[in-house]
């Protein structure tokens, strides 16, 4: 394939001038079965290119550990691509943001307590080194270089809307090209003084991302980038919800008219996103305006597809405007993928969380409660107890300082809830002369993935205090919920209010599709479909049901899991054959 370069204002392919039309399709985000269909749709919508992040901390899970199968397989998405006649874009920059957790970076940077992220920091730049000498090997094949479909890669991502260490930003240039990338590298930041100044590497393309007034935002590229090519990296044609919000969605033809004045400016652009997908597992990160906002499984993201995969009024609106630059022929498209209703399933098992805790993980003693990194755990919970002895007068408990969510248990009984923002609460009580045995379970609601509180350890993270004192010599149970395999369930009792459980139901197929798990009447926790983390639930708006792929499925028996944290008003789920993402 040719090459990509710049020739003044002019992007040209080999010797031919080229505009990119790209779109946003995180392989990690859609299950592998189904990449064919979405670049199939991306293509027949007039796109010449897909564009993709690479996320560290799904490929390097535990320091020197690397996974690059499955979900994981780069790849094979990459070659398909390209067998499909798509160029590619790829931006495997350390940080990614995403809404993906920690913004791409491993957890387990964190276990280091003096780690600096995103800066010229020797203990963090060997981490990357490490990582890129397996990364980059996998990817330097499939160079349009080296006859393959990768036209671009990015270097570091929006970093002046973080910082400004151009050291750093010139180390991870050197770090591609010394491995072979030969390409042309860029970077990309919003349109603003600050963010231009601190992102922009020198001989190194600059881009912008903005979802409105690219006249302006283009403007401002010029005056730093005058002599060189426009492109928009990031079209925000849609956006993502957090917890507690209403859904976001945006005017297709808005999106259309602002694509429109892109592409009469001569402008390349890439579609963020195009196919938004979902944050399977515990994937999804955590914004900080004011306070933590964890955002929902579902990055449906109002996009041209929807999450599950369908053709949307904008991407009719899209296709149309493209149409108008470039010629299109009849629009072809793959075989519609099915999707059913399975009815509503009774959950016959439940195994209550804290009976089940030698079946979940093995109990360390501590002598503070610490952060679940320094026990080398990424996601999920964590349980902390400690025998607290009496008799003391009523005092108030002190997580010092607890990220994200705190369920309180006295003896075996909830006393409740302190989260993470709460700087009053109302948790107070009296030790009688035996004692009392105190439990914490904290939930990780997903690490911060933008700004300056991203270096977010998750547990317990300075202390608990009762009243004035420090306790100390701790039980601690790291709770991955990775393997529920060992889990012992018992008939169904009911709801146990605030005790928290998990519940098993199990139902036929005759024929594997789509469908969405609708977590009504459920309070808060996380689902599992065949052994796989759908992800997390919560009776806030705006999400109410979780996508399932149809190729989670098998024909004949299916199992689901459900660890309910609160209680549900009736042990069932119902499976839908459409998403609820608006209550």
Request: a negative charge.
């Amino acid at each position: 394939m040719s090459q990509l370069s710049i020739q003044g204002k002019q992007l040209l392919l080999g010797d031919q001038p080229f505009r990119i039309l790209s779109g946003a399709i995180h392989y990690f985000r859609i299950v592998p079965e189904y990449w064919r269909d979405r670049l199939l749709k991306l293509k027949a919508c007039g796109f010449n290119t897909v564009e993709t992040y690479v996320p560290w901390n799904l490929h390097e899970p535990n320091e020197g550990q690397y996974e690059f199968e499955g979900l994981a397989d780069i790849e094979k998405f990459i070659a398909l691509a390209g067998e499909l006649g798509l160029y590619v874009i790829v931006r495997p920059s350390p940080y990614i943001c995403a809404e993906w957790e920690f913004g791409g970076l491993p957890a387990w940077l964190l276990k280091d307590p003096g780690m600096k992220l995103r800066c010229f920091h020797k203990p963090f730049l060997d981490k990357i080194d490490a990582y890129y000498d397996n990364l980059i090997p996998r990817l330097t094949p499939f160079l349009t270089t080296k006859g393959g479909p990768i036209i671009a890669m990015q270097i570091e991502n929006e970093y002046g809307s973080y910082g400004n260490d151009k050291k750093y930003l010139n180390f991870l240039k050197e770090a591609m090209v010394n491995r072979g990338v030969d390409v042309l590298l860029f970077t990309s930041d919003g349109p603003e003084d600050h963010m231009l100044q601190g992102g922009m590497v020198e001989g190194v393309w600059e881009t912008v991302n903005f979802g409105s007034r690219s006249a302006e935002g283009f403007a401002k590229l010029l005056e730093y980038q005058p002599d060189q090519p426009l492109m928009c990296m990031e079209y925000w044609n849609g956006w993502f919800d957090h917890w507690g919000e209403k859904h976001h969605t945006r005017d297709a033809a808005d999106v259309a008219k602002v694509l429109d004045d892109m592409l009469a400016a001569d402008a390349s652009v890439n579609f963020y996103m195009f196919h938004g997908g979902t944050n399977f597992g515990f994937f999804s990160g955590a914004n900080f305006p004011d306070k933590l906002a964890p955002t929902i499984t579902s990055y449906d993201y109002d996009s041209p597809l929807s999450e599950s995969g369908d053709l949307t009024e904008k991407y009719y609106a899209v296709r149309e405007v493209i149409g108008k630059y470039t010629e299109l022929g009849p629009l072809e498209l793959p075989e519609p993928i099915a999707k059913k209703s399975f009815g509503t399933i009774q959950m016959t098992g439940q195994a209550p969380l804290l009976a089940s805790l030698d079946a979940l993980s093995a109990p360390i003693q501590s002598v503070c409660p610490e952060p679940m990194e320094q026990y080398g755990q990424n996601s999920g919970f964590i349980l902390y107890t400690t025998h607290l002895s009496g008799p003391r007068p009523e005092s108030r408990l002190n997580l010092q300082e607890v990220h994200d969510r705190a369920h309180i248990f006295i003896d075996g009984q909830f006393k409740g809830i302190i989260e993470r923002s709460d700087k009053e609460h109302d948790i107070v009580f009296e030790v009688p002369p035996g004692g009392v045995e105190l439990t914490i379970l904290v939930e990780n609601m997903g690490r911060i993935n933008y700004g300056p509180q991203m270096k977010d350890a998750k547990g317990i993270t300075e202390g608990v205090r009762f009243g004035l004192p420090f306790l100390f010599d701790w039980t601690v149970h790291p709770l991955p919920l990775d393997d529920l395999s060992k889990l012992s369930f018992g008939d169904v009792s009911g709801s146990q209010d605030n005790q928290p459980s998990f519940y098993k139901g199990e139902f036929e197929v005759d024929e594997p599709a789509d469908t969405f798990l609708s977590m009504k009447g459920w309070t808060k926790g996380v689902a599992y479909i065949n052994g796989f983390n759908l992800g997390r639930y919560w009776e806030l708006a705006p999400q109410e049901t979780l996508y399932i792929p149809g190729p989670l499925l098998r024909k004949g028996k299916n199992e689901i899991v459900v660890f309910e944290l609160h209680g549900t008003e009736s042990a069932s789920v119902s499976l839908l054959d459409h998403p609820v993402l608006d209550k």
